[in-house]
């Protein structure tokens, strides 16, 4: 089957000029979650890279690949770069130009398996298809230092509700830690962490996500056609 090529989009439906560049995700950033996996507090943010390859529109269907295992979701509030960011950037939030929600998809047991055996993460992780986003609100459109709050629900049942100020870290620190190691670049995404309420997904479900009182987003997920 022909992949689809996937394109950042601002909500009004444009297209966004910039190519589809990497996602830096960062793990373990709200206490409550971190805890339900029986995960310790991080001292410092857990940070892994999905490919542009794993980049799909969450609205109006996706598909999962149920073979290689249970896809766990994780909603998360994601930032989308406009400006190159460096470590020496000053304000790198400044440098962001939309805010959005996705999915960190994730196939739990395998990265059980692969944390028990102290191997990398990407096969549970970084595969197509693991980062469903949202079109972008332009972020000259929200106060990115005012908390900011999101929800997802799953077949009508409200799973994950995540609020910025309760994140480990915050949003200009994540962006100065990523950096440290990770050049951000036009296009490229961050994807900061999700609240507790994480569990699994099935075909067939209807899912919803939501940014404070912009639109609801909603999405069903379908069996990859084989
Ligand atoms: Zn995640």
């Known amino acids: 089957m022909e992949k689809v090529m996937y394109q950042h989009k601002w909500v009004s439906g444009e297209a966004i000029s910039f190519p589809a560049g990497k996602a830096v995700c960062i793990g373990r ?4 979650h971190a ?11 857990l940070l ?14 996706f598909t999962i690949n149920e073979q290689l295992g249970e896809h766990h979701y994780e909603a998360e509030l994601v930032l989308l770069v406009g400006e190159t960011i460096t470590a020496d950037t000053l304000e790198p939030l400044s440098h962001i130009c939309g805010i959005g929600l996705g999915l960190d998809l994730t196939l739990r047991h395998l990265q059980s398996q692969l944390k028990a055996q102290g191997h990398p993460w990407e096969r549970a992780k970084a595969f197509d298809g693991s980062a469903c986003l949202s079109a972008f609100i332009p972020a000259k459109e929200l106060e990115l230092t005012q908390p ?9 049942q409200l799973r994950q509700y995540g609020e910025t100020d309760k994140m480990i870290f915050k949003l200009d ?27 699994k997904l099935n075909v067939g479900d209807s899912l919803a996500l939501q940014l404070g009182d912009f639109e609801q987003l909603k999405s069903q997920v379908q069996a990859i056609l084989q």
């Open 48 to 61: 892994f890279i999905k490919p542009a390859s794993a980049f799909c529109d969450f609205s109006p269907a």
């Open 148 to 156: 900011l709050e999101f929800r997802f629900w799953q077949n009508g």
């Open 35 to 45: 805890q339900e996996l029986n995960n310790p507090i991080p001292e410092s943010p």
């Open 173 to 199: 620190h994540l962006l100065q830690e990523v950096t440290r190691y990770f050049t951000l670049q036009p296009g490229d995404i961050v994807m900061t962490g999700t609240p507790q309420g994480v569990g």
């Open 29 to 32: 950033n709200y206490v409550a």
